[in-house]
């Protein structure tokens, strides 16, 4: 008679060969006959394996796997034991070039593989250190309730460090089974990812194999539910939604029901003390599709380290903000993400009743710039003339490039930043973006690009100010067209990528950063400052195929269809930040990574 055991999932009891429920489905460890077993599958306490690793208890259960706490032999030292079932040749060949892998990483906030094996031909076996302490799911059930925001950002910091560490190996590893219950806090408070028994070398674009197909509900991408292939944006979802369960005190919604049209509530709703940039930034990395989410840990991890130094004054970048509009910015001097300065936003002269006054369409000349009267910002002169729009050499929506004619024009030097954007609200009784919580921006964004508005509401603020929107030749014209040499640059400051320059992916915040910090040296030949990345821009043209005419339509300012945006953001890559580059976006869509500037005829 076969000795019977249960499923871990529902309960339902499973012969001893069975490695899937069939009340559930649910896949389970096989219980090959070689090893002494209990009733329950698991190896019976107290065996030894490979004549050095001694069974001492049953730690738990999950998927293909079970783990066990035991002893070195030959060590005299704890170790945790993890058995994998084999399932093929195929998958015992991963196992060994994988774990041969896994036994060479050392981080210090990771748990390491000292040794691995296979016994009998039956199970495949990883020896990792054994970690004492509590890990985050034991914690959550004593909690009973969502943890202090400070503390979750603090230990995701950490673990993006170590999901950086794995997926910038020279064969990148994915971890594959990020989840509070493998990340474990020691008793003297130090934060260890642990449980290495699922990760994978990442093979650009292959499948993941059967057995590598384990998942944890609530918190595994839904590429790894199917078994399409995961990449390092899918430690990232369970990254984000472990982060989420953390704060919410609520288990994730899985990605399978979010597919088929579950609705998971916004991290900020549940959460409103949280910063919306942490708040937002884990939202994103749930997103269901991969290209969605944050580009890197890394980049996830610069939003941590940026919330937690609003309180505390943390340095973060060795360029500085401008205080003063035209004044020379030193790139030796640090700037302090929490003192924020408003860029270019002299205060609006009061009337006697103490209501500001209308903004008068006027432009002053200053000596490194025009000063607006509408909206006291500083712009920049573009000289009309010829030039050529496109790119032959990239995507075929900057195809062909032609020569285009424009007006002479005057352009904001900077974005329009979040403290413009509420003087503008202030003056009008405008609606406020959703992300400021309230009729001001929090202190700490004050001088960072506005961004989730909505096509209408920056042609709003552009009327207010006597301004409009720049069309998509002016945009383009001002951000790369050198009439010094008659050339066209392919980003402002010229033809190479330079991660001094823009704030974007490569060597970017990892969020939107003040206006000016990358000013002068990213500026266009015309000293428009911050063209590309930190944020996308709208321009008042509807998106049509070139050539640009603006006698076709584009320019009508009630012309259907998607809008034209420029320049890219803080998550692009160097090659989407070329300022040929183009992109849409629904006139109605406010997104997080969305703001504008503003131009106007030259008087």
């Not at 394996?49 to 706490?69: A, C, H, M, P, T």
């Not at 959703?434 to 960072?448: G, R």
Request: one cysteine or more.
């Amino acid at each position: 008679m076969m000795s019977m055991r249960t499923c871990p999932n529902c309960g339902a009891p499973l012969t001893a060969e069975a490695r899937f429920c069939s009340a559930c489905g649910n896949g389970v460890a096989a219980s090959p006959l070689g090893l002494p077993r209990e009733p329950s599958g698991g190896i019976r306490r107290g065996t030894v394996l490979q004549d050095r690793y001694k069974l001492i208890n049953f730690l738990g259960e999950g998927g293909f796997s079970r783990v066990y706490g035991g002893v070195d032999l030959r060590l005299r030292t704890s170790c945790a034991i993890k058995e994998n079932s084999e399932f093929d040749q195929a998958a015992h060949t991963q196992f060994i070039a994988e774990a041969q892998l896994l036994a060479r990483l050392k981080h210090q906030h990771l748990t390491k593989v000292t040794d691995y094996f296979s016994d009998a031909g039956e199970s495949q076996f990883l020896v990792m250190e054994y970690v004492p302490g509590t890990d985050l799911e034991k914690m959550m059930e004593k909690q009973r309730g969502p943890l202090p925001w400070r503390t979750v950002a603090e230990w995701a910091a950490i673990v993006c460090d170590v999901m950086n560490y794995l997926h910038t190996q020279d064969t990148p590893i994915i971890h594959r089974d990020i989840k509070p219950a493998n990340l474990r806090l020691t008793p003297n408070g130090t934060l260890m990812v642990i449980d290495l028994g699922i990760a994978k070398v990442q093979k650009p674009g292959g499948v993941t194999n059967r057995a590598a197909q384990a998942y944890s509900g609530g918190y595994s991408p839904i590429e790894q539910y199917l078994g399409q292939g995961t990449d390092a944006r899918s430690d990232l979802y369970a990254l984000g939604a472990t982060l989420y369960h953390l704060l919410s005190g609520r288990m994730p919604i899985e990605a399978t029901s979010r597919m088929r049209g579950a609705t998971q509530r916004p991290l900020e709703q549940l959460r409103p003390d949280l910063p919306p940039l942490l708040a937002r930034a884990i939202d994103r990395a749930m997103a269901i599709e991969p290209e969605q989410r944050p580009p890197s840990a890394n980049a996830l991890a610069m939003v941590f380290d940026r919330v937690l130094g609003q309180e505390e004054a943390v340095v973060v970048k060795t360029i500085t903000t401008p205080t003063n509009v035209g004044q020379t910015r030193s790139p030796s001097q640090p700037r302090s993400i929490s003192q924020p300065n408003a860029i270019g936003t002299a205060p609006q002269t009061p009337t006697h009743s103490g209501v500001p006054a209308q903004p008068t369409p006027r432009a002053d000349a200053l000596l490194g710039g025009i000063i607006w009267r509408g909206d006291g910002r500083e712009m920049v002169r573009v000289a009309g003339g010829e030039w050529m729009m496109g790119d032959d050499d990239n995507d075929t929506d900057e195809q062909p490039t032609h020569l285009v004619d424009v007006a002479p024009f005057l352009l904001d030097r900077f974005p329009v930043s979040c403290a413009d954007y509420a003087r503008f609200t202030n003056d009008t009784n405008y609606r406020t973006p959703e992300y400021w919580n309230s009729a001001t921006p929090p202190s700490s964004i004050e001088d960072h690009p506005v961004v989730e508005v909505t096509l209408d509401d920056a042609r709003e603020y552009a009327r207010w100010a006597g301004k409009r929107l720049p069309t998509e030749a002016e945009w383009e014209k001002a951000a790369t067209w050198d009439a010094a040499s008659d050339s066209k640059r392919c980003y402002p400051w010229g033809d190479r990528w330079d991660s001094n320059c823009a704030n974007g992916r490569d060597g970017g915040a990892g969020g939107t950063i003040a206006i000016g910090a990358y000013s002068p040296i990213g500026d266009s030949p015309w000293g428009a400052a911050e063209m590309v990345g930190n944020v996308w821009e709208w321009t008042a043209s509807a998106y049509r195929r070139y050539p640009y005419n603006p006698n076709d339509g584009r320019e009508d300012p009630n012309a259907g269809g998607l809008r034209a945006t420029r320049g890219g953001s803080w998550s692009c890559s160097a090659e989407a930040l070329r300022a040929a580059n183009r992109n849409v976006a629904a006139a109605s869509h406010a997104d997080f990574e969305l703001g504008f500037r503003c131009a106007a005829d030259e008087e």
